[in-house]
């Protein structure tokens, strides 16, 4: 039905954007990920209660990610008192694919002279969610998932550490301009001011 489709969109874009509020610590990429698939789980177990189904079944990949997917679910259904059966065909299936799980790091959008440079962080992932009872599909619909923040540069081990594969990135080549000709030119920058300061000075 159209309102379920409905329903389960807001759900998921409510519940992501009420956690995804900026914090003293920045959360690491696994720990933006587990967040993700909370939103997730809670957008499905939403919809199968106004369908008033008890009994399921998942289907899910057999990746790492798709294991971390299955996971969530299954605890998020047992904690709403589902029962979640092996047999597809004597339970409403929901079915989960994962077409997208990246990490990024834009190019440095902020230099320091100490320091490393900031960087834009995002985490992306896609859903494509599929709920049918007895051949009929009730929601079928494809989820992505965003999330950004600032980064610095020398904060990405830190972010990375312990995670899976999938969730490390690569930071975005830099422009010539801004590998090259940028430090040239603070350096020239920074001598002329000298200069003149001691020319000035000794006039």
Same mark, same amino acid.
């Given at each position: 039905?159209w309102?379920q489709?409905?329903?389960?969109?807001?759900?998921?874009?409510?519940?992501?954007?009420s956690?995804?509020?900026?914090?003293?610590?920045?959360p690491?990429n696994?720990?933006?990920l587990? $967040?993700?698939l909370?939103?997730?789980?809670?957008?499905?177990?939403?919809?199968l209660?106004?369908? $008033?189904d008890?009994?399921?079944?998942?289907?899910?990949?057999?990746?790492?990610?798709?294991?971390?997917?299955?996971?969530?679910?299954?605890e998020?259904l047992?904690?709403?008192k589902?029962?979640?059966?092996?047999?597809?065909?004597a339970?409403?299936?929901?079915?989960?694919v994962?077409?997208?799980m990246?990490?990024?790091?834009?190019?440095?959008?902020?230099?320091r002279?100490?320091?490393?440079?900031d960087v834009?962080?995002?985490v992306?992932?896609?859903?494509?969610?599929e709920i049918?009872?007895?051949?009929?599909?009730?929601?079928?619909?494809?989820l992505t998932?965003s999330f950004?923040?600032?980064v610095?540069?020398?904060?990405?081990p830190?972010?990375?550490a312990?995670?899976?594969?999938?969730?490390h990135?690569?930071?975005?080549?830099?422009?010539?301009?801004?590998t090259?000709?940028?430090?040239?030119?603070?350096?020239?920058?920074?001598?002329?001011?000298?200069?003149?300061?001691?020319?000035?000075?000794?006039?």
């Amino acid at each position: 039905m159209w309102y379920q489709q409905l329903l389960g969109t807001l759900a998921l874009l409510l519940v992501f954007v009420s956690g995804n509020g900026s914090t003293d610590r920045r959360p690491t990429n696994f720990e933006v990920l587990n $967040h993700q698939l909370d939103s997730l789980s809670t957008a499905i177990t939403s919809i199968l209660k106004t369908e $008033h189904d008890t009994s399921v079944s998942l289907e899910t990949g057999s990746r790492s990610v798709d294991g971390l997917v299955r996971q969530k679910l299954l605890e998020k259904l047992l904690n709403d008192k589902f029962t979640v059966l092996e047999d597809s065909a004597a339970a409403t299936r929901v079915r989960v694919v994962v077409p997208l799980m990246v990490v990024t790091y834009s190019a440095p959008v902020k230099s320091r002279i100490f320091g490393s440079p900031d960087v834009i962080r995002r985490v992306n992932s896609q859903y494509d969610v599929e709920i049918s009872d007895s051949g009929r599909v009730s929601f079928a619909k494809s989820l992505t998932l965003s999330f950004e923040d600032t980064v610095s540069e020398s904060e990405i081990p830190g972010l990375e550490a312990g995670s899976f594969g999938f969730l490390h990135g690569r930071i975005e080549s830099t422009a010539f301009l801004d590998t090259v000709l940028q430090p040239v030119l603070f350096v020239a920058s920074a001598a002329v001011i000298v200069y003149l300061f001691f020319t000035l000075r000794g006039t």
